[in-house]
């Protein structure tokens, strides 16, 4: 009796320890799959890269489950002279691909732990990042 009376306070932390660590895991996962959703639907085809409420839609709806998702759609063209952005940064194969053009659909959303861990934040913001090249 006296064992299980020092064993449990530790085996019941691990225990939430593991929950919080596989809800952080399981919400990671879902709002990075929301971002691919969204960025999947806008790398259709040039119509659809231009539908930022489309790309926004699909990435909600692909995270319905996920609470407190947001996100956020745009497009980039590598090629001069167009009314679309510019692409830039390395995330964007613009030196073997000039013409490309590309969509980004950025995700988050909130995580709160379920007790406070000392030197570990309670609360924190999962953010995910989808950019992917228009067909055609």
């Known amino acids: 009796m006296v064992e299980l009376a020092f064993a ?3 085996l019941v932390l ?10 952080l895991f399981y919400v990671w996962i879902a709002v990075n799959n929301a971002a691919r959703a969204g960025a ?7 119509i659809t890269a231009a539908n930022s409420a489309g790309m ?3 990435a909600l709806t692909d995270g319905a489950n996920v609470a407190g998702l947001t996100a956020t759609a745009s497009q ?9 952005t510019a692409c830039s940064g ?3 194969n613009c030196t073997n691909a000039p013409y490309a053009t590309y969509v980004e659909v950025d995700t988050q959303a909130p995580f709160s732990t379920i007790v ?3 030197g570990i934040p309670s609360s924190l913001t999962v ?6 090249q228009v067909s055609g």
């Open 90 to 92: 390395s995330s964007y």
């Open 76 to 84: 980039c063209t590598c090629a001069t002279g167009t009314n679309v």
């Open 8 to 10: 449990l306070p530790v």
């Open 40 to 46: 999947q639907y806008g790398s259709q085809s040039v």
């Open 56 to 58: 926004i839609l699909a």
């Open 127 to 132: 953010k995910g990042k989808a950019i992917m």
């Open 116 to 118: 406070p861990y000392p």
């Open 14 to 23: 691990l225990l939430l320890a593991a929950a919080d660590f596989g809800r």
